[in-house]
Each structure stands twice: as structure tokens, then as C-alpha cells.
T-cell receptor, first 113, second 113 residues
């Protein structure tokens, strides 16, 4: 019973391609996030959705487009992939009003070659 | 803006000895503070949080953290370290809107036998 699951776990692709990462949570949370962890292990928020509404959109290239079809899903689509997009992408969820901790998925290691 | 600082890139401790991983924060208003642990090639696991109440917070795997408002610190502690505690530890603070966690750069804990 995985709380936050994201697929795929590994993604290797060529520059210029378009790819998607999917995320689903079964915790009943109202807020979902995408974080990027770079090669130095820094974690940075990319997007935050609350009840399917985009709340945070950090300085991220517009090649990255999140989509939340419902409260339990938050997908990340990336166009025209670049070498610098190589990183680990984490999906997470939490309940914004209850001050709860965020639960993280296992991550998707994206390698652009 | 909310932020956390983890002044040590790495902490080395012998098994059985007490450990401390340091974190200081900068927030406007009351801080919501968290500690997470990341094992190699894994997602982030929640350890403990401070929202309000007792300054000493107990969490998973025998970890605890002490909230010190005057020193704006939230150090992670464990009385007796295990080799299996070796991992990357992140301190985080919730942003003012409650829509994201802002992470420190992480501290690698290495416990030797």
C-alpha cells in the first residue's frame, strides 16, 4: 500500500525528447508537490498544487508543465529535454491545513543523454 | 522568506556515541520545522516535526530534536548512534503560506563501527 507512488523509477532519454512522470497519492491529501534534487542533493520546490489549483510555480523553465487531473494525481510533463534536466524528481503530498508532514515518493531518476 | 541552514556537510560519529545534526532557521511567525532522512537511492522519510508545544520532540528510530526559539535552532539528536543511521539528513521549514517545505542543503551522517 504505497502512499505516494511515482512512475517510472528510472528514465533515460535523449535530448530534445518529451517525457512525463506520473504521481499518485492514496492518503487523501489536498496538496501535492514536485521537487527536484540535483547532483549535489539540493532539494528545490518546483510546483505545488492545492485541490488541483497551482499554488507555487518556482523559477522553472516553461518546458516543465504540471497537470493535476484530480486531487490524488499530479503529473509532470517535460518538453524538449536538456542535459541539465538530469536529476531526481520527487513527488510529495500533504494536508495543507493540518500542519502535517509531507510524504514523498521514491523518486524518478531522469538521465538525459 | 523562510529558510533553514545546515552548517555541516558531514558529521562523523562512532557507533554507540551520541550524535547531533545541526539546523538553524529563519522564519517570520511561528516556525513549523521538520527532519527527514534519505537513504541511498530512496525517497525522503519523515523523522519528526515541531509545530507547537514541548521543545523536545521525539520521532522515529530513536531520534529526537530540540527546538530553541532564542537560538532559532532545531538540532537533531540521538543518544546512541547505529551504523544503520548513516544517511543524508534534511531539515525543513514550512513556508508561510503552508504550501511547501523549504529544505536545507542536507547533512551526511556517517556512523563508523
Amino acid at each position: 500500500d504505497t502512499a505516494v507512488s511515482q512512475t517510472p523509477k528510472y528514465l533515460v532519454t535523449q535530448m530534445g525528447n518529451d517525457k512525463s512522470i506520473k504521481c499518485e497519492q492514496n492518503l487523501g491529501h489536498d496538496t501535492m508537490y514536485w521537487y527536484k534534487q540535483d547532483s549535489k542533493k539540493f532539494l528545490k520546490i518546483m510546483f505545488s498544487y492545492n485541490n488541483k489549483e497551482l499554488i507555487i510555480n518556482e523559477t522553472v523553465p516553461n518546458r516543465f508543465s504540471p497537470k493535476s487531473p484530480d486531487k490524488a494525481h499530479l503529473n509532470l510533463h517535460i518538453n524538449s529535454l536538456e542535459l541539465g534536466d538530469s536529476a531526481v524528481y520527487f513527488c510529495a503530498s500533504s494536508h495543507a491545513q493540518k500542519s502535517t508532514e509531507a510524504f514523498f515518493g521514491q523518486g524518478t531518476r531522469l538521465t538525459v543523454v | 522568506a523562510q529558510s533553514v541552514a545546515q552548517p555541516e556537510d558531514q558529521v562523523n560519529v562512532a557507533e554507540g556515541n551520541p550524535l547531533t545534526v545541526k539546523c538553524t532557521y529563519s522564519v517570520s511567525g511561528n516556525p513549523y520545522l521538520f527532519w527527514y532522512v534519505q537513504y541511498p537511492n530512496r525517497g525522503l522519510q519523515f523523522l519528526l516535526k515541531y509545530i507547537t508545544g514541548d521543545n523536545l520532540v521525539k520521532g522515529s528510530y530513536g531520534f529526537e530534536a530540540e527546538f530553541n526559539k532564542s537560538q532559532t535552532s532545531f538540532h537533531l539528536k540521538k543518544p546512541s548512534a547505529l551504523v544503520s543511521d548513516s544517511a543524508l539528513y534534511f531539515c525543513a521549514v514550512r513556508n508561510q503560506a503552508g504550501t511547501a517545505l523549504i529544505f536545507g542543503k542536507g547533512t551526511t551522517l556517517s556512523v563508523s563501527s
